[in-house]
């Protein structure tokens, strides 16, 4: 299926690595001119090497923490009137309540809620001036199913989705549509941390801890970064105009609500 946006810029933020990369990868393959983001040079360099080999498409490397008004300048400066923006942000680590002072809400707001919601209020309006756009919040499945060790991250990324969802209302009329992907469990560096976590509290080895996570969810299985990455590409689609405001869940049917 072509999906109609070869030739399209697209900025995908914090795509070194993970679903970020699955989303950059894939938006290549469909012939967009592609604008990795991260902070380690080398990681950063290595992922634009590899995507342009894989894909032949254009792909630029652009250095920048997402958490400055510095590094979001820089990253706007590299292409300042993208067709496409994925927002994506490391999450905040687990924890309790009880450790979270004012200093690591402060920081987990500035990285799940004000960096996206800052980009979004710089190329929403030439979006919409252009008569296309496509942005994709990259959030959490906890944004629907709160856990309380994911506190921080829950809290920071419901305030984006609440925010999105208003302003996509608005934006639509000028084809510009704004959707944020949910997903839980995939096979990715966050993972990883997971399992690690588990083997320290649990005393068990890399493969039980691994497990015992992608057992949490009905697919027995951790979700490919792949899929994930279909999943980001179809929702920039030309053809996918008319649906705004979503949140689709990738969860491995984890999700039990009826809606």
């Known amino acids: 299926m072509d999906l109609g946006i070869a030739g399209r810029k697209a900025i995908v933020c914090a795509s070194s690595q993970g679903l970020g990369y699955a989303c ?3 938006l290549a393959q469909e012939g967009c001119e592609v604008f990795i983001n991260g902070r380690d040079e080398q990681k950063l360099a290595q992922a634009r090497l590899a995507l342009h080999e894989a894909t032949g498409a254009m792909v630029h490397a652009v250095r920048a923490d997402l ?3 510095a590094g979001r300048a820089t990253l706007l400066a590299a292409c300042p009137a993208p067709d496409i923006l994925v927002n994506n942000n490391a999450g905040p680590p687990p ?4 450790d979270w002072d ?4 402060l920081a987990a707001l500035e990285s799940n809620l004000l960096a996206a919601a800052l980009l979004l209020r710089e190329v929403l309006p030439g979006m ?4 296309f756009g496509r942005v994709v919040n990259i959030t959490s499945a906890m944004v629907k199913t709160p856990h309380a060790a994911m506190g921080l991250s829950t809290a920071a990324r419901a305030g984006l989705t609440a925010l999105s969802r208003a302003l996509a209302r608005e934006a639509i009329v000028d084809n510009v549509t704004i959707n944020n992907l949910l997903p839980e469990r995939f096979d990715t560096a966050r993972q990883e941390f997971m399992a690690q976590r588990l083997m320290r509290e649990q005393g068990i080895v890399r493969e039980a801890a691994r497990q015992q996570i992608a057992d949490t969810v009905p697919a027995r299985r951790f ?5 994930f990455g279909a999943a980001c590409a179809f929702l920039c689609a030309d053809l996918s105009g008319f649906m705004t405001g979503q949140n689709l869940q990738l969860d491995g049917g984890a999700y039990t609500a009826l809606v």
């Open 95 to 98: 924890g309790k309540l009880e």
């Open 102 to 105: 004012h200093a690591t809400w």
């Open 24 to 26: 950059a990868l894939a």
């Open 128 to 131: 919409r001036a252009r008569g």
């Open 67 to 69: 958490d400055t008004d």
């Open 223 to 227: 979700g490919q970064p792949r899929e």
